[in-house]
Nanobody, 134 residues
Framework: QLQLVESGGGLVQPGGSLRLSCTAS????????VGWFRQAPGKEREGISC????????YYADDVKGRFTIAGDAAKNTVYLQMNNLKPEDTARYYC???????????????????????????WGQGTQVTVSS
C-alpha cells in the first residue's frame, strides 16, 4: 500500500528557500502523478504543483510559478519541491498526494488546462509545516 511522507518544512525568513521532499513507500512511482498542495489556516486547500513520472509533465499554480520547482527522482521514489523567494503568504501546511495514472493522460496536463481537482489524487501524506516570517 502506498504511503507518502513529507519532510523539509520549517521556519524561514522572507526571501529564503526550502526544499520539501515527498517520499513514497509500498509502490514505485513510475506510473504515478504526484501533486503538492497547501492549506493555510482559514483557507481552502490549494493545488500548487504536479509532476508526472511517466511523461515528466509538470504544473504550477500562478502564485508559485517562477519561484517553485518540482522534480521527481525515480531512483529515490521521491518528489521534491524547491521553493525559492518565499513570502509570508506561502505560510501553510504542505501536503503531497499521488495517484496511479498508468497510461492515462497525466493529471498535471489536466491541471494545466484547468480540468484538475484535488480528488484526482487518492493517496495523501500527513503534511509538513512551512512558516515564512521575519
Amino acid at each position: 500500500q502506498l504511503q507518502l511522507v513529507e519532510s523539509g518544512g520549517g521556519l524561514v525568513q522572507p526571501g529564503g528557500s526550502l526544499r520539501l521532499s515527498c517520499t513514497a513507500s509500498g509502490v514505485t512511482l513510475d506510473y504515478y502523478d504526484v501533486g503538492w498542495f497547501r492549506q493555510a489556516p482559514g483557507k481552502e486547500r490549494e493545488g500548487i504543483s504536479c509532476f508526472s513520472f511517466r511523461d515528466q509533465s509538470t504544473y504550477y499554480a500562478d502564485d508559485v510559478k517562477g519561484r517553485f520547482t518540482i522534480a521527481g527522482d525515480a531512483a529515490k521514489n521521491t518528489v521534491y519541491l524547491q521553493m525559492n523567494n518565499l513570502k509570508p503568504e506561502d505560510t501553510a501546511r504542505y501536503y503531497c498526494a499521488a495517484n496511479y495514472q498508468g497510461h492515462l493522460v497525466s493529471l498535471c496536463r489536466l491541471w494545466n488546462v484547468g480540468a484538475g481537482e484535488d480528488t484526482d489524487f487518492s493517496s495523501w501524506g500527513q503534511g509538513t509545516q512551512v512558516t515564512v516570517s521575519s
